[in-house]
């Protein structure tokens, strides 16, 4: 009982840090895309509460409210990441709808927790109501952050195999580097890496290689907070 007790303070301690750090990565760029809304003003005014709220807990011993605390700060401050990432990825071009937005995780990254990810999804306007039991040309683009140290390993091995495919071309981002490679079939994949922990993805069926790479220059990454 003794040693669990200080294992856990330790833990909430650690957390309190965690979410303090967390709100300072991601301030920039939520204070850049949304410096007028007043909705995500709110919830960053909920943010501080929520942490207010678990230090006094924590100051007063009472760790399970001040991990409850903590815990909400952290969903809110994700939710609060996913909308700033979601106004770096490309408006929908002209003749086009974004079909879908979300913060689904991709096959690729499914069952990693603390993972953000911004998805769209593009689809032409004239077949937006179209069946979806047909292939129609279709465009995504995902930003995906806090990646962990075992998914880094694995998304530079994937930068390194697409690299190493016929017909990759290197291409450039607001000064990020990526490729993007294209078979017989008119089906696209590019792989951005931005820094160490974040990566933009992307996919493309049925459309010419130029139009989809003319909405990967469209990514607004001139402010993302990259880690090194």
């Known amino acids: 009982m003794f040693i669990s007790f200080f294992v856990k303070k ?7 840090f965690v979410v303090v750090c967390f709100l300072f990565s991601i301030s920039s760029v939520t204070a850049e895309v949304f410096a007028s809304d007043s909705v995500t003003k709110s919830t960053s005014d909920e943010v501080e509460e929520f942490m207010l709220e678990g230090q006094l807990a924590y100051q007063k011993g009472n760790l399970t409210d001040a991990s409850e605390s903590l815990q909400h ?13 979601m106004a770096l990825l490309p ?35 004239a077949l937006a109501n179209m069946p979806k039991v047909l292939v129609l040309p279709t465009m995504q683009v995902a930003l995906v952050s806090n990646l962990p140290a075992f998914a880094q390993v694995a998304v530079n091995a994937m930068a390194q195999i697409q ?20 078979d017989n079939k008119g089906k696209c994949q590019v792989m951005i890496q931005l820094g160490e922990s974040a990566i933009v993805t992307g996919e493309s069926k049925g459309i010419r290689r130029g139009e989809f790479l003319a909405l990967i220059k469209q990514l607004k990454l001139d402010n993302f907070p990259v880690k090194q």
């Open 10 to 16: 330790f833990m909430i301690r650690h957390s309190l």
């Open 73 to 85: 700060a952290l969903n809110l401050i994700a939710e609060l990441s996913v909308q700033s990432y």
């Open 91 to 125: 408006d929908a071009p002209k003749g086009w709808v974004v079909e879908e937005t979300s913060a689904d995780e991709s096959a690729f990254f499914s069952g990693i927790g603390g993972l953000v990810v911004a998805t769209k999804r593009y689809k032409k306007e």
């Open 163 to 182: 690299g190493a495919k016929t017909g990759t071309d290197v291409i450039g981002v607001a000064g990020h580097s990526g490729a993007i490679n294209c």
